[in-house]
Nanobody
Framework: QVQLVESGGGSVQAGGSLRLSCVASGYNYGSVCLGWFRQAPGKEREGVAAIYTGDGATTYADYVKGRFTISQDTVKNTIYLQMNSLKPEDTAMYYC???????????????????????WGQGTQVTVSS
């Protein structure tokens, strides 16, 4: 049974930092693409960053480049999202997700593949105050 469990959300002032974690269980870790998404109230869900677990290659949405870093611990089957220089517009529920099995590294790193994820965690709230 596959499962994605996020943690690490919270409230922070603008300019601050948070680190989110997502434990991925039941996957063939090393052959799956994992990503972070977010959804603010009244807005559509949007992709933030993705990592191919086979080699740690990453891709980012333009609006977080230079501020957010996705990484992984292959021993713990866990991915992280380090968020620095947070802005009030980063306030959202953040979700960890896994791409459809069979889509490999090329799709994972394609910045247009945010619609190819089918497994989702329960989400963790991030609130940034000004």
């Amino acid at each position: 049974q596959v499962q994605l469990v996020e943690s690490g959300g919270g409230s922070v002032q603008a300019g601050g930092s948070l680190r989110l974690s997502c434990v991925a269980s039941g996957y063939n870790y090393g052959s799956v693409c994992l990503g972070w998404f977010r959804q603010a109230p009244g807005k559509e869900r949007e992709g933030v960053a993705a990592i191919y677990t086979g080699d740690g290659a990453t891709t980012y949405a333009d609006y977080v480049k230079g501020r957010f870093t996705i990484s992984q611990d292959t021993v713990k089957n866990t991915i992280y999202l380090q968020m620095n220089s947070l802005k009030p517009e980063d306030t959202a529920m953040y979700y960890c997700a896994a791409m459809w099995t069979g889509y490999g590294r090329r799709w994972c790193l394609d910045g247009r593949s945010w619609n190819l994820y089918n497994d989702w965690g329960q989400g963790t709230q991030v609130t940034v105050s000004s």
